[in-house]
């Protein structure tokens, strides 16, 4: 190859004879200048806008060439072999140029290799992850792949076709489906798990009619389905202790995936698509997705409706697992949801005043350890529906005049035919959780609309129609009490005068109620329920929780890196512990602690590195700084090639 001028060499093709190719030979001290433009975003260069490129350059009568194909061959020619001819002539002719003496730096910039290796802040043209794209083989093959694309379609059209069709058939009920049973290992315990195999068939019968607020609460749902004798199996994971330990909804995780392993079919995608269509949808123009209630427009939103869900609908199967599903979204509060399923399942059976709400509960206990948690979690469990929460933020009805905007204005003010907020959410769906958040900081109007509620289950509105809160919960939560808690432990005095005991918790915390409220509100509700301050292992437990949602909304959002996988050290939970905990606000602060330390420099990282490869990231934290290390992902081998799997094998 010259080194100062241009040389122009005349080349003959196999592939097209009869023509003479003009190749030039490229200065050598030009090159690092021409490849300047072959860089990409990123260093993305595929192997064919790299041919492009070459050919662009070396090639002086490239247009003719094109000409003279396409006027004298009679038969459609083959490009890519013409083109793979011509590549092999010019890299001949100019070697430096061949895609593995080319590497791309750090500032994603094309150069000429100057060393054997390429240097620690630099990678080959042909290791960047868009090279093995090629524009020109896949036109090739567009009618092909557009044929398989078509008949790809088609397969899951006729398979959301088949659902559709299942599901407008008669559901039966899941214990009387058949079932193989599969033993699967679960590498956590070191033990075989027998879990269900149904059929595919059996898809709709076992998720139809049923609504799901989330993954992991689908993933309790089919774990409770499919694992043969579940109840045996967590008092086996209590014993060993393994609770105290792993977060819950990362042991449902790991369970679900064992299920997952033998019913393909069951995923949280079928769920979606088997909704219940009898639920009530939002009728709000242009939204499509269930939300919410918190508050409600004009009565002629909602004037349209379907069956309404009532308490009695609940099946008995969801009343009697309601504990254990909500302990495995509430952290450390086992004894404040067994006293509220307790309160509900006695309700399910008729123990209760037909006019009374379900259940009316005081939530209180100080701020971030899980209150305004409980009732979403208790909505979501128990009435696995759209619009199960209504919430009343408190401080917004401070003043007296305020309490209208519940129940609407009177006949003959500005608004009344609109109604009210409350009393239109609950005509819409009578079957929620009615929420009021910070209750003491309400006027006394609300507390007297909220004693004819508790007493005689209903609330008359502005327009003088009676609303019935027979089929709700009502929930109120308060920090009222929390200091006075807190008092206790700078007692003076001997003994023990300064330990906070239950006894003394429950003590100061109906004191403290009893100053607040008049006699007769607190007379009427059901239950007060104390939520104790989270200790550091229900933290941990958190922790836990938060970096395994972390994890698992990088791999299920759509995205170019969800191919990633993140492991945490140890050093992470006792940082985020250490940072983002704070005794005064309990639990609050530490989602933001994440986002801070770890999301946003892994995204930094991320995108900086471009890592849209299969890779597990593992986090650690050396002095007060997150460390990222990028390995490659190495699948698990299959138990039974390992070599426990084969003494086990052997033996039996």
């Given at each position: 190859?010259?080194?100062?001028?241009?040389?122009?060499?005349?080349?003959?093709?196999?592939?097209?004879?009869?023509?003479?190719?003009?190749?030039?030979?490229?200065?050598?001290?030009?090159?690092?200048?021409?490849?300047?433009?072959?860089?990409?975003?990123?260093?993305?260069?595929?192997?064919?806008?790299?041919?492009?490129?070459?050919?662009?350059?070396?090639?002086?009568?490239?247009?003719q060439l094109l000409s003279y194909v396409t006027q004298n061959f009679s038969e459609s020619p083959n490009l890519l072999?013409?083109?793979?001819?011509?590549?092999?002539?010019?890299?001949?002719?100019?070697?430096?140029?061949?895609?593995?003496?080319?590497?791309?730096?750090?500032?994603?910039?094309?150069?000429?290799?100057?060393?054997?290796?390429?240097?620690?802040?630099?990678?080959?043209?042909?290791?960047?992850?868009?090279?093995?794209?090629?524009?020109?083989?896949?036109?090739?093959?567009?009618?092909?792949?557009?044929?398989?694309?078509?008949?790809?379609?088609?397969?899951?059209?006729?398979?959301?076709?088949?659902?559709?069709?299942?599901?407008?058939?008669?559901?039966?009920?899941?214990?009387?489906?058949?079932?193989?049973?599969?033993?699967?290992?679960?590498?956590?315990?070191?033990?075989?798990?027998?879990?269900?195999?149904?059929?595919?068939?059996?898809?709709?019968?076992?998720?139809?009619?049923?609504?799901?607020?989330?993954?992991?609460?689908?993933?309790?749902?089919?774990?409770?389905?499919?694992?043969?004798?579940?109840?045996?199996?967590?008092?086996?994971?209590?014993?060993?202790?393994?609770?105290?330990?792993?977060?819950?909804?990362?042991?449902?995780?790991?369970?679900?995936?064992?299920?997952?392993?033998?019913?393909?079919?069951?995923?949280?995608?079928?769920?979606?698509?088997?909704?219940?269509?009898?639920?009530?949808?939002?009728?709000?123009?242009?939204?499509?997705?269930?939300?919410?209630?918190?508050t409600a427009g004009p009565m002629s939103q909602h004037a349209k409706k379907g069956k309404q869900k009532k308490f009695?609908?609940?099946?008995?199967?969801?009343?009697?697992?309601?504990?254990?599903?909500?302990?495995?979204?509430?952290?450390?509060?086992?004894?404040?949801?067994?006293?509220?399923?307790?309160?509900?399942?006695?309700?399910?059976?008729?123990?209760?005043?037909?006019?009374?709400?379900?259940?009316?509960?005081?939530?209180?206990?100080?701020?971030?350890?899980?209150?305004?948690?409980?009732?979403?979690?208790?909505?979501?469990?128990?009435?696995?529906?759209?619009?199960n929460l209504v919430t009343i933020d408190c401080s917004e009805y401070s003043s007296d005049h305020e309490y209208a905007?519940?129940?609407?204005?009177?006949?003959?003010?500005?608004?009344?035919?609109?109604?009210?907020?409350?009393?239109?959410?609950?005509?819409?769906?009578?079957?929620?959780?009615?929420?009021?958040?910070?209750?003491?900081?309400?006027?006394?109007?609300?507390?007297?609309?909220?004693?004819?509620?508790?007493?005689?289950?209903?609330?008359?509105?502005?327009?003088?129609?009676?609303?019935?809160?027979?089929?709700?919960?009502?929930?109120?939560?308060?920090?009222?009490?929390?200091?006075?808690?807190?008092?206790?432990?700078?007692?003076?005095?001997?003994?023990?005068?300064?330990?906070?005991?239950?006894?003394?918790?429950?003590?100061?915390?109906?004191?403290?109620?009893?100053?607040?409220?008049?006699?007769?509100?607190?007379?009427?509700?059901?239950?007060?329920?104390?939520?104790?301050?989270?200790?550091?292992?229900?933290?941990?437990?958190?922790?836990?929780?938060?970096?395994?949602?972390?994890?698992?909304?990088?791999?299920?959002?759509?995205?170019?890196?969800?191919?990633?996988?993140?492991?945490?050290?140890?050093?992470?939970?006792?940082?985020?512990?250490?940072?983002?905990?704070?005794?005064?606000?309990?639990?609050?602060?530490?989602?933001?602690?994440?986002?801070?330390?770890?999301?946003?420099?892994?995204?930094?990282?991320?995108?900086?590195?471009?890592?849209?490869?299969?890779?597990?990231?593992?986090?650690?934290?050396?002095?007060?700084?997150?460390?990222?290390?990028?390995?490659?992902?190495?699948?698990?081998?299959?138990?039974?090639?390992?070599?426990?799997?084969?003494?086990?094998?052997?033996?039996?």
């Amino acid at each position: 190859m010259s080194k100062d001028s241009y040389e122009v060499n005349t080349v003959s093709l196999g592939t097209v004879e009869g023509f003479e190719v003009l190749v030039l030979t490229l200065p050598e001290s030009e090159l690092d200048d021409k490849l300047t433009y072959l860089a990409r975003e990123k260093g993305k260069v595929s192997r064919s806008f790299y041919e492009d490129f070459v050919i662009a350059n070396c090639v002086a009568n490239i247009n003719q060439l094109l000409s003279y194909v396409t006027q004298n061959f009679s038969e459609s020619p083959n490009l890519l072999e013409i083109r793979a001819e011509l590549m092999e002539r010019i890299l001949d002719l100019n070697p430096s140029l061949a895609p593995d003496n080319l590497i791309i730096n750090k500032n994603f910039v094309v150069k000429v290799k100057k060393t054997k290796k390429p240097r620690a802040d630099e990678k080959l043209l042909t290791e960047n992850s868009s090279w093995d794209t090629s524009y020109y083989e896949d036109v090739s093959n567009i009618a092909k792949t557009l044929a398989d694309t078509a008949k790809d379609s088609g397969k899951k059209d006729s398979a959301k076709k088949k659902l559709k069709d299942k599901a407008s058939e008669k559901i039966r009920d899941i214990d009387e489906l058949e079932f193989e049973e599969k033993q699967v290992w679960w590498r956590r315990i070191g033990q075989y798990v027998k879990i269900k195999q149904f059929r595919e068939d059996d898809t709709v019968d076992i998720l139809k009619k049923r609504y799901f607020h989330s993954p992991t609460s689908f993933n309790t749902f089919i774990v409770s389905v499919c694992v043969v004798d579940f109840e045996d199996l967590f008092l086996l994971l209590d014993n060993m202790g393994i609770p105290t330990r792993v977060a819950p909804p990362i042991l449902m995780n790991e369970l679900y995936e064992l299920c997952k392993s033998v019913n393909a079919f069951l995923t949280y995608e079928n769920a979606q698509e088997l909704a219940d269509e009898s639920e009530d949808k939002p009728t709000k123009e242009g939204d499509g997705k269930p939300y919410r209630t918190t508050t409600a427009g004009p009565m002629s939103q909602h004037a349209k409706k379907g069956k309404q869900k009532k308490f009695k609908d609940v099946p008995k199967e969801d009343l009697l697992k309601l504990g254990d599903n909500m302990k495995v979204f509430l952290i450390g509060q086992d004894e404040a949801i067994d006293m509220l399923t307790d309160a509900i399942q006695r309700a399910s059976v008729g123990l209760k005043d037909p006019v009374r709400p379900i259940g009316s509960f005081l939530f209180a206990g100080r701020t971030g350890v899980g209150k305004t948690l409980a009732t979403k979690v208790l909505a979501d469990e128990l009435i696995k529906g759209r619009d199960n929460l209504v919430t009343i933020d408190c401080s917004e009805y401070s003043s007296d005049h305020e309490y209208a905007k519940l129940i609407g204005a009177p006949s003959g003010y500005i608004g009344h035919e609109q109604g009210g907020v409350l009393t239109n959410a609950m005509m819409k769906n009578p079957f929620a959780v009615v929420v009021f958040d910070e209750v003491e900081k309400a006027s006394s109007k609300v507390h007297e609309l909220m004693l004819q509620i508790l007493e005689e289950g209903r609330l008359t509105d502005g327009k003088g129609q009676k609303v019935s809160f027979k089929d709700s919960i009502i929930v109120m939560t308060s920090n009222v009490g929390a200091k006075e808690i807190e008092t206790i432990s700078k007692t003076i005095g001997f003994g023990n005068a300064s330990e906070i005991t239950e006894t003394k918790k429950n003590t100061a915390l109906k004191e403290a109620l009893k100053k607040k409220f008049k006699p007769e509100f607190l007379n009427r509700i059901d239950a007060v329920v104390n939520f104790k301050t989270l200790v550091k292992k229900d933290y941990m437990k958190i922790i836990d929780i938060e970096l395994f949602k972390l994890n698992d909304n990088l791999q299920h959002n759509e995205t170019d890196y969800k191919h990633l996988a993140l492991e945490f050290d140890k050093s992470v939970g006792n940082f985020i512990f250490k940072e983002g905990i704070n005794e005064e606000y309990g639990a609050r602060p530490l989602k933001r602690c994440i986002e801070t330390e770890i999301a946003t420099p892994l995204a930094r990282k991320i995108l900086n590195e471009d890592l849209n490869i299969e890779a597990v990231i593992k986090i650690a934290f050396k002095r007060s700084k997150a460390t990222f290390k990028v390995e490659k992902k190495v699948e698990d081998v299959p138990f039974y090639l390992t070599e426990a799997g084969a003494q086990i094998s052997e033996s039996n």
